[in-house]
């Protein structure tokens, strides 16, 4: 079911949490809101599920009105799933019981419940635990129960809050292809926040970027990344440098900048003018190696990053270092040479 949000708010007392958020979230997407902790996410979420009342603005799931200006419909009127960041599975209960809770607090029969419960058991391939208690299992299957759980609900619409957030890292890499699968298995709508953009990277069909209760952006995941919006979200999503240029041409979305003494193409909104801009440049934009026109850097920090070593490298008349990618370890003071091959120009204000 399609999730639309209309100029929503909340506060509390005098903190404005959740700022006019307006969000269109097509049916059967997997949809992810990033933010750093203390953005507003979790109470968006809240909000949704109808755990929070709202204070202004529109709530639809799947075309029907869930939340206004006088109207709050409980959760369970919302044929939405919740997994929580703590699995909120009951320790007493055997796995299916867990799975099963929901279909049984509803009223039912016994049998056609039990069916219910083994196929979503099957479908998270835990069908072999069934009668084992949660203690009994490893934080990722607790987290497959979690999911089966909303599965055996047959919400259209399932709201996550930071499920892997107290996963080990290892383990996150193997729960992001699970999640994946049972986002395919079940076409449900999804709503996912995190904190951690490598894992909103990996997930999102859609992405929305939070900021102290505001939406900064909204696209998909490599729109972000190459084309932020602000300097904000350049910032908040990967590394790259900022720098102050000037934007000598642009046309139909591209650009000649001048940074320092380099010209260079860049890619732009296309209602970008001429004059003074703040232009942002990848670690992927910038290659090593002595070539025509290349720049000289001298290496300021050097980290290694699994498979590649990232270097801080300042050049002359540019405002702040670039971030380089390196196959091989720099040393720091060492002087190399580089070209910047593109560019993003930031959108004004």
Known sequence: MSIQLSNVSKSFGADNVVDGVCLDIEAGAFF???????????????MIAGLEPIDAGTIAIGGRQVADDGLHLPPEDRNVGFVFQSYALWPHMTIEANVGFPLEARGGN???????VADCLRTVELEAYALRKPAQLSGGQRQRVALA????????????????ANLDPHLRASMEEELARFHRATGATTLYITHDQREAMALADRLAVMWEGRILQEAAPDDIYRRP??????????????????????????????????RLAAECAADCAVGAARIVIRPEDVSLGAAEGALTATVERVAYRGGFWEADASVAGF????????????GVGETVPLTVERAWILPGD
């Open 32 to 46: 992810v809101v990033l933010g750093p902790s203390g953005c507003g996410k979790t109470t968006l979420l809240r």
């Open 110 to 116: 016994r049998r056609e419940i039990g069916e219910r």
């Open 149 to 164: 759980r909303c599965l055996a609900q047959s919400a259209g619409t399932i709201l996550m809050d930071e499920p892997l």
């Open 229 to 262: 919006a602000n300097e904000r979200v350049a910032r908040f999503i990967g590394r790259s440098a900022i720098l102050d240029g000037r934007v000598l041409e642009a046309k139909a979305g591209q650009a000649q900048v001048q940074v320092g003494d380099l």
């Open 319 to 330: 405002g702040a270092p670039l971030v380089i990618n390196s196959p091989q370890r720099l």
